[in-house]
């Protein structure tokens, strides 16, 4: 029997398939599988990229399709569609385990609106026309029998590289050195990126900065009435202001998603009072979060005016950011106490 494993993303919708999912993450590692998934999708910055990683990282892809389209991105696309989009522009085999009667399964497992029910509808129709991999399954028990019997099948007809236990192999110290070698020399390579980074001329002069007004856009939950919907927002906010917001938190590195959450925290403070100018009604503003763009803008800004650069950290694939020197000395320029002029010199 071969030590070879496959790793294989599991795309489902959450809540109407919590026994579905787990029958899914109990077979296939019988089946010389390693399956990988996220277990809800979080309204953060950092979900696409673990999403992407997690699929690019991948043999195979599975979705599983039930009787629900998924929670909604922004842009009124579902993940669980949006990561089939991506698996297939990435040309990752691609298998799927559909319901063959979504509209017997039971009500509270439905799309509760009408629009959710026609984008179910639009995306079953997508799968049907694309794909030739389809496989149906009637409940749980079923999906197990069907899983058993296509998974081996699949893998046959799209061989992958897959994975090898390193401690089958006789060559384990002589690979556990080369990992080693390999991931000293990338943070060499990233170091040495951030240097040349930070030693180029770039001329700042045409650049928008200090109390320089710059649009920020976020999006939030606004309350009013009793109801709750999601608004979006604009504002603007000085550079110095953006600035102060997660500067004296990156004198030490932190997290890409650290540093977004102090600003969501600043555009909090004055969230409400901007909502009600479109709403007046609302009473209460929750989740901030700045829009994933502006968010972008904002840090290659500071980055290319030299003030972050970003951090490696061994065996973090998370983005991690620093004060520059240079940023510091603006920090400390903007914070500053000024002496009043008023008052005698002692």
């Known amino acids: 029997m071969t030590d070879k494993r496959y790793q294989v993303f599991i795309s489902a919708t959450y809540t109407d398939l919590r026994e579905e999912r787990g029958v899914l993450l109990q077979t296939l590692p019988s089946l ?11 309204q953060s910055l950092s979900t696409m990229v673990n999403i992407r990683r997690r699929i690019d990282d991948s043999d195979y892809y599975i979705l599983l399709l039930g009787s629900r389209y998924g929670s909604l991105m922004p842009s009124g696309v579902s993940y669980t569609h949006m990561e089939y989009v991506y698996a297939a522009t990435k040309q990752k085999p691609i298998l799927i385990l559909m319901h063959e009667a979504p509209e017997t399964r039971a ?9 959710g029910k026609l984008k179910f509808g639009d995306f079953r129709k997508l799968l049907l026309r694309e794909r030739e991999n389809i496989v149906y399954w009637r409940d749980s028990r079923d999906l197990a029998h069907v899983l058993h019997n296509a998974v081996p099948n699949f893998i046959r007809k799209y061989p992958a590289t897959g994975w090898v236990r390193i401690g089958s192999t006789s060559s384990l110290g002589q690979l556990e050195k080369e990992c080693e070698n390999l991931r000293k020399r990338v943070q060499e390579l990233e170091q040495e990126r951030e240097k040349w980074l930070a030693s180029t001329a770039v001329s700042t002069e045409n650049l928008s900065k200090g109390e320089e007004l710059f649009e920020v856009q976020y999006r939030c939950k606004a309350y009013a009435g009793g109801n709750c919907q999601d608004v979006y927002v604009k504002t603007r906010l000085s550079w110095n202001e953006l600035l102060v917001s997660f ?10 998603d650290f540093m977004a959450a102090k600003i969501n925290e600043r555009l909090q403070k004055n969230a409400l009072t901007e909502v009600q100018a479109d709403y007046p009604k609302t009473h209460a503003v929750v989740e901030v979060q700045i829009t994933p763009m502006c968010f972008s803008t904002i840090k290659m800004q500071f980055r290319t005016l030299g003030f972050i650069s970003k951090v490696v950290k061994d065996n973090d694939q998370r983005l991690w950011w620093q004060l520059s020197a240079l940023g510091e000395r603006n920090l400390a320029n903007v914070m500053s106490v000024r002496r009043s002029s008023s008052r005698p010199v002692v």
């Open 32 to 42: 010389g599988c390693l399956p990988t998934t996220l277990e809800a999708h979080t």
């Open 107 to 115: 009500n509270d497992l439905q799309e509760q609106n009408v629009e």
């Open 247 to 256: 500067g004296p938190h990156l004198l030490q590195a932190q997290t890409e």
